[in-house]
């Protein structure tokens, strides 16, 4: 789902509009907030994907109704957020107002899905440099595409060069170059640009994590979803979760429960809700750590809380 004209339409700042970014990502997790089988997001400029487990069978899986759904409900947050995120004065919405469009596919493997949110986060990388980085367990600078921006404009805005200049200057050119090229000309570390910008947006639904010894290491960075003076959602998403009671109740026998232990169980977890943060999704800690992503049951505490709504 992308829109590419409203950033030329509204002049966004380049090569990344924080407003704008945190904007896609306020009408993402309103989306899976008012439509909970979605699992999961990931977001990226003007672009956002989603994924619904292969157990859904909303619109008995019709999709033409599932992108028509989605991407309506997305540009009607979208538009109805605006003004919390831009001012009006200056970025006043006009019509044609934004819109976006969309597309469904099938994969059939969850690895396909792996390799499918994997594409996305690297951004630019072909498949055979893509397997090298994960084979060789390397540090990954996801987000290759921002890296070109990033020089891009640079070049453009502070280096003097035309639009053509800097794109044939960057040519060709490796990720080592342009990580070069920002620091001796602009004095930019890459490496120290916001993690919104270099690995995109992560949403999720959320759940107590168990760790064990053997969880891989994760580093990640949270977003605060905040709508700022918008009425109609702000209190939900102002904290950057929406604790919206799952569909997933796998639990066969919820009477069998013992209400008063979970009672107390419940004072010491948090809450299932929506997320969004920043890490690398590549590797397999991410996924990991949250195995009901793939199999579409909820962690059993969470299961049990729900039977009780």
């Known amino acids: 789902m992308a829109n590419s004209k409203v950033a030329n339409k509204y002049q966004f700042n380049k090569p990344n509009d924080l407003a704008a970014l945190d904007l896609m990502n306020a009408a993402a997790t309103a989306v899976a907030t008012d439509i909970p089988e979605i699992m999961f997001g990931y977001g990226v400029s003007d672009e956002y ?4 487990h292969k157990s859904c069978s909303l619109f008995n899986r019709r999709s033409s109704k599932l992108v028509s759904t989605v991407v309506s409900t997305f540009s009607v947050y979208y538009v109805k957020w605006w003004s ?23 994969l059939p493997a969850w690895e396909n899905v792996r390799d499918y949110f994997s594409w996305r986060q690297a951004d630019g990388i072909n498949p055979v440099q893509l397997a090298k980085l994960m084979a060789d367990n390397m540090d990954f600078l996801a987000h290759i595409n921002n890296l070109y921006n990033t020089a891009y404009w640079n070049l453009v805005q502070s280096g003097g060069l035309t639009p053509y200049n800097a794109e044939k200057e960057l040519m060709e050119t490796d990720s080592a170059y342009k990580n070069e090229l920002l620091f001796k000309r602009f004095n930019i570390n890459y490496n120290n640009e916001p993690e919104q910008f270099r ?38 998403l102002e904290s950057g979760r929406c604790d ?23 004072k010491r977890l948090p809450k299932p809700g929506l997320v969004v943060i920043h890490t690398n999704i590549i590797r397999d800690g991410f996924w990991v750590r949250r195995p009901w992503l793939q199999t579409g049951v909820v962690p059993a505490s969470s299961t049990r809380r729900n039977a009780q709504i």
């Open 84 to 106: 919390g995120y831009f001012s009006e004065e200056t970025q006043p919405l006009t019509t044609p107002l934004p819109t976006f469009d969309g597309r469904a596919i099938m």
């Open 244 to 266: 919206e009671p799952s569909r997933l109740n796998n639990d066969p026998n919820p009477t069998s429960i013992n209400t008063n232990e979970l009672e107390k169980q419940d």
């Open 49 to 52: 994907s989603f994924l619904i």
């Open 199 to 236: 690995k995109g947006s992560i949403m999720f639904r959320d759940y107590p994590i168990v760790e064990t010894e053997a969880s891989p290491k994760e580093t990640i960075s949270k977003s605060k979803i905040n709508l700022r003076n918008q009425k109609g959602g702000k209190d939900q």
